[in-house]
């Protein structure tokens, strides 16, 4: 079977690629496994100096990379160039602090001596997405290095020359051969290789319904999995917010990455007082965009990732207008063969439309009108998801009440967009999945908590 690389600005083919057969996956899951039982055991002095020497490759390499994401799934140059710094920060993040993370913790009891040990698990398999395709798999490999673990890559199929520089990168910063491999397989594939008895977890971001297809597999031969899925995130706007603020942040959420990102904020929840202005200033905002090839210097909006991905998009727009929402903006799919699909806002989004029930992976915003403050937030709970969320509010300390007590999500943000950081534990609840990456929390995700009691 081939793998086709294309490029969704014009619909050529970059590359072709040969899957790697069953005997070659074989072949690569026993020669990590072999890896691991070296990797281990390594110093985590000598775990961190790698880390902070892939770093500096990524660093050396972000020029070309971000060109490679450019090609491949159409993102623009220099939010391809702050993707890789952000993949170097974990990774220079986790050699500062894994040693920390990882150390024995004394617990007194009648025991003479009884300690928890943070041990590795061993390979961990990662099915990753093309919309980050860089710190999707960073934000996981990074803590499983760090922590002594291995681990392979099943990259989206339509990225796989971001999935063998991964591999190259690795290589190049002078880790052990084989501690990361790359898989170059499609997803039928996926079950034998979760079955194989070296695999010892799972971290998948994606799609709930491939979440929930990894999750069974794993769970049938009680296998760890970490998810990672979609989201619908609202965002709300109170009647004393900064509208200017607001929508500018808000615009900018949407739009990242060409609106396919799970944490981009795809639900405006908007208190009627404001709901005008605010539509009016997010129209505007969103209207000065630039939308174009990812190599030209300004663009803001490249292409969907594939044709396909562009098609369903426009027909869920289509769906959302029949059920009574209105275009006031994009909302038609341009001219030739490409995969662009312009910034769009629906209006007069009500529950049960599909805008509002379910994630619209692309530029397209749904400003929903709410009829208060409790209303806004019951309306933003009013989802399967539960990946992140805002609230936009000049009362601070009423703010962060609502973001911690009122909202339903992994992580709630006050006057700011959602993002992933570092230094602080992400992930979801609901459909949009559990466990959690990245911070503290993260690192231990995929350790055995191991209690040591002496008598």
Known sequence: MDIFSVNPSNGKTIKKYTSHSDKQVEKKIKQTHTAWLNWRNSPRAERG???KAMASVLLERKDELSNLMALEMGKPLKQGIAEIEKCAAVCEYYAANAADFLKDQLIETDARKSFVTFQPLGIVLAIMPWNFPFWQVFRFLAPALAAGNCGLLKHA????????????????????QHV????????????????????????LTGSTGAGQKVAQKA??????TVLELGGSDAYVVLEDADLELAAET???????????????????????????????????????????????????????????????????????????????????????????????????????????????????????????????????NK?????????????ISHGELIACTRLEAGSCFVNSQVKSDSRLPFGGIKQSGYGRELGLFGIHEFVNIKTVFIA
């Open 157 to 176: 199929s339509n990225v796989p020359g971001c999935a063998l520089a991964i591999e190259d990168i690795v290589k190049a910063a002078g880790f052990p």
């Open 250 to 380: 808000c615009v900018n959420s949407r739009l990242i990455n060409a609106g396919q990102s799970c944490i981009a904020a795809k639900r405006f929840i908007v208190v009627k007082e404001v709901e005008k202005e605010f539509t009016r200033l997010f129209v505007e905002k969103m209207k000065a965009k630039k939308i174009g090839d990812p190599f030209e210097e300004g663009v803001d909006v490249g292409p969907q990732a594939r044709i396909d991905l562009r098609d369903e998009l426009h027909q869920q727009i289509k769906q959302a207008i029949k059920q009574g929402a209105k275009c006031v903006l994009g909302g038609e799919v341009p001219k030739g063969i490409n995969a662009f699909y312009p910034p769009t806002v629906l209006t007069k989004v009500k529950e049960g439309n599909i805008a509002f029930e379910e994630e619209l992976f692309g530029p397209v915003a749904s400003i929903i009108s709410a009829k208060d403050e409790t209303d806004a937030i019951r309306l933003a």
């Open 383 to 395: 989802s399967v998801f539960g990946l992140g969320s805002a609230v936009f509010t000049k009362n």
């Open 219 to 224: 769970g049938s031969l009680i296998k760890k």
């Open 180 to 203: 990361f491999q790359t898989l170059l397989v499609g997803s039928d594939k996926v079950d034998a290789i979760i079955e194989n008895k070296h695999i010892q977890a799972v971290t």
């Open 49 to 51: 100096r790698l880390l």
